[in-house]
């Protein structure tokens, strides 16, 4: 219904070009009126209507043209809405289609590539979309302007003295009032950031002789958050997504997911835009190949005439990576004359001097907090990649960093920090739900079947088993349906949750009408005024909105009184 309407109001903004008694009929043809005051009679017509003065007909004529305006707004409305939700789909689609059966530029071949290039699709599409609570620009179209002359911004970007070229155009100076003007409160939080992640990136760059400009691509891969998680699956605040990081060295197991770590996520960014360079010999390119993959920037340079720089390619890379170039230049200006605008970094709690400590034993996040008296949120903010709040120092050694000023403390106690609580905080149990992925450890994806697509070559791909892809979506054959929507935990390690937890759940809830049967696959819930999927799907652990819709083979429309399956995770 929605894309019949789309179709028409397509049609119908084409008349607004058009000499105003066809764009009439056009009118008339998609929206037939009940009511004939509004409708404009044809000069013909008019002539042979003496009741009808000439004042009258320009009186309805100007009162079609507001509503083929107020149309022609709702239009807009929805070429925007299905830009975000179909967009991107479109676009993985087209970059799976297009680089999976062929061999990736200076990769290994398998898939890794293509999959790690979603990470920053989905930042530019969405995180430069939501990079505040008022930021809904649709930076293909908007047009920012600025008190700022353009020869002040261009003579700004000279003296950076960048080792990368940096152009100026107007794409790029509407990233530029973006970062620098449109979104003071979130440059705050990032100005932050930077004080004590950069000097990390511009060491580790300098380890492996690139240009430490490249650092700023951190704030449009997750704006600096150490622990983001794109909808794509990528983590971190360089956004490797699992095979990508494999392939670069970081490790990811039960305990560990370094892509999660800022030092050596950095690390692997840094080789992998060296080897971008190394194919390429353009730092711009390389950059968009961290978006996009080598694969379609070397398709776009193959189509352009094999010119090598990121402006004569620009209409053949993928829409989204279009802009990747400009947002990086726009950031790294923001952040280079944060004090021309007003910007001031806001006040984080992190350290200013961090000592590291080689782990040999198991050790527990909380046996550092109450033996040495750092605070959680202290140690958890300087060792995201422990995704347990356990460092698992009995499989070999790993870093711990603490705030200097408890280093000393540390080592006071060490000898009896390994032991404390120990047989609490290490049980068989406990390890054993880590390690099986009970408590929800797995890199959970959503994957939209395609044609062609069977469970067999699904799980290849992810490298999980048949049978764990059917328990994980309820499927008792193995007929898959184009469009439809897996549930896929990449490490083979799936949540689980028992009934008890749903129906605690339900009980906890004033708002929940579901009935639980233990026996059965799924709780029912009955929608009640105000409730959306979103909301209804917060109350069950481990499921989403589009599990719900799935499962109920049902669209984001519900109404209150209806009752609506569950799923259970």
Not at 21 to 39: S, V, W, Y
Not at 192 to 197: I, S
Not at 247 to 258: N, P, Q, R
Not at 260 to 272: E, G, I, N, Q, T
Request: charged letters at 20%.
């Amino acid at each position: 219904m929605r894309l019949s309407i789309f179709a028409s109001l397509l049609v119908l903004s084409s008349a607004l070009n058009t000499p105003e008694a066809e764009g009439q009929n056009i009118f008339r043809k998609l929206f037939p009126l009940q009511d004939t005051t509004l409708q404009t009679p044809s000069p013909s017509i008019a002539t042979k209507d003496p009741g009808k003065s000439k004042s009258a007909l320009k009186k309805e004529n100007t009162r079609l043209r507001y509503l083929i305006d107020s149309l022609q707004n709702e239009l807009s409305g929805y070429k925007n809405e299905l830009s975000i939700n179909d967009s991107l789909d479109a676009e993985i689609i087209g970059m799976y289609e297009e680089n999976e059966d062929k061999e990736a530029a200076g990769m290994d071949g398998d898939y890794q590539e293509v999959t790690d290039s979603l990470l920053s699709i989905w930042y530019v599409h969405n995180q430069l979309r939501n990079i505040n609570e008022d930021y809904s620009y649709d930076m293909d179209s908007v047009h920012f302007s600025s008190n700022v002359p353009d020869s002040v911004l261009i003579d700004r970007i000279t003296d950076m003295n960048s080792f990368i070229t940096l152009p100026f155009n107007e794409t790029v100076k509407n990233y530029i009032i973006l970062y620098s003007e449109k979104m003071p409160s979130k440059m705050a939080k990032i100005l932050a950031l930077c004080k004590f992640y950069m000097p990390i990136f511009e060491e580790t760059f300098n380890k492996y002789d690139i240009p430490e400009e490249l650092k700023y691509m951190a704030i449009i891969e997750s704006a600096m958050n150490p622990v983001a998680v794109s909808s794509a699956g990528a983590k971190g605040m360089w956004q490797f997504m699992y095979n990508t990081a494999k392939l670069y060295g970081l490790k990811i197991d039960s305990f560990v997911d370094e892509r999660l770590d800022p030092v050596k996520s950095a690390d692997a960014a840094a080789r992998y835009l060296k080897d971008a360079y190394a194919i390429f010999g353009d730092w711009n390119l390389a950059i968009s190949s961290y978006n996009c993959g080598a694969g379609n920037v070397s398709k776009a340079i193959r189509r352009c005439g094999a010119k090598k720089d990121f402006w004569s390619i620009y209409n053949y890379l993928p829409r989204e990576t279009r802009g990747y170039v400009p947002a990086f230049v726009g950031a790294m200006y923001a952040v280079t004359y944060a004090n021309k605008y007003g910007l001031v970094a806001d006040d984080m709690q992190l350290p200013a001097h961090v000592d590291t400590f080689e782990i040999h034993r198991m050790l527990h996040f909380t046996q550092i907090n109450e033996k040495v008296g750092v605070p959680m949120n202290m140690i958890k903010n300087l060792n995201p990649q422990y995704t347990h709040e356990i460092i698992p120092g009995n499989e070999g050694t790993f870093i711990f960093r603490v705030p200097y000023n408890y280093s000393s403390t540390f080592l006071d106690v060490e000898d009896s920090l390994y032991t404390y609580k120990a047989q609490e905080l290490f049980s068989t149990v406990n390890i054993n739900k880590i390690k099986s992925g009970s408590t929800g450890s797995g890199d959970r994806i959503t994957y939209k079947v395609r044609s062609g697509d069977y469970l067999g070559r699904i799980a290849s791909r992810y490298h999980v088993s048949v049978s764990q892809l059917k328990r994980w979506n309820h499927l008792r054959g193995t007929n898959l349906r184009v469009g439809q929507r897996l549930i896929i935990y990449r490490n083979g390690s799936a949540p689980v949750a028992s009934s008890s937890s749903v129906s605690s759940s339900n009980s906890s809830s004033s708002s929940s009408s579901a009935s639980a049967n233990s026996g059965a696959s799924y709780s029912y819930y009955t929608v009640r005024s105000g409730d959306s999927l979103y909301s209804i799907a917060k109350k069950y652990d481990g499921v989403s909105a589009n599990d719900i819709m799935d499962f109920n083979k049902i669209g984001s429309k519900i109404t209150p009184g209806m009752r609506i399956k569950i799923p259970k995770r």
